[in-house]
């Protein structure tokens, strides 16, 4: 989908409901938007937001990973004067997130004390691909389990609980990002979401997803 961040989502810019939801939140002390484009920064800032920079265009490539990105952001706000102990990286493509779930992991990293690095928001994984249920298979053909153990746990009831990134929020301590150079460090926290209400926006089905559930809220 082009230029999703800025398209129509049962009448507001996607990006909006970040804006919303991190505006909302009550433990940020500062919100910015990092984009190279100006449409996206105009539509950033009449969301409340405060766009203190254009990024530069070798960190706007399809491929520029996430790192460098909020690293040059951190970077550039430090040069001018701001310092945070930790950074809350929120990508738009998730609508439905929650200002309390931003709070709350914010204080599970706060509670976690020297101990944790990183809070992450996280959904559980069904049943059938936990990874004491999950083959990965050679060149052969031969399939061996993810765990590497030499046979698969019999029954459902007895499958330790796993659990997958969900994406909404990432709540890293600033030397892990800046010094570690890494967005999740060694020590990661987990703030568990409802599947329910949850939806990362990768595709039209998921568009379509997110208009099903923002509808639903309203009604």
Known sequence: MSRKNIRLLCGKPLLQYTA??????????HVILSTE???IAEVGRQSGLDVPFLRP??????????LPVVQHAVGWMETH???FDAICLLQPTNPLRRPQDIDACIERLEQGGADADTVVTIL???AEYNPHWVYFRSE???LRL???????IPRRQSLPPAFHREGSVYVTRREV????????GSSVVGHLLDPERCVNIDSLEDWERAERLLRAKVN
Do not use: C, F, I, W
């Open 177 to 184: 990002v800046m010094e570690q150079h890494n967005l999740y």
């Open 20 to 29: 919303e939801a991190a505006l909302a939140a009550r433990r940020l002390s």
């Open 146 to 152: 993810s765990t590497g153990e030499d046979h698969p």
């Open 37 to 39: 484009d100006d449409e």
């Open 81 to 83: 004067g701001e310092h």
């Open 57 to 66: 265009a070798e960190l706007a490539q399809d491929d520029t990973p996430t």
């Open 140 to 142: 052969k053909g031969l």
């Open 124 to 126: 559980p994984v069904p």
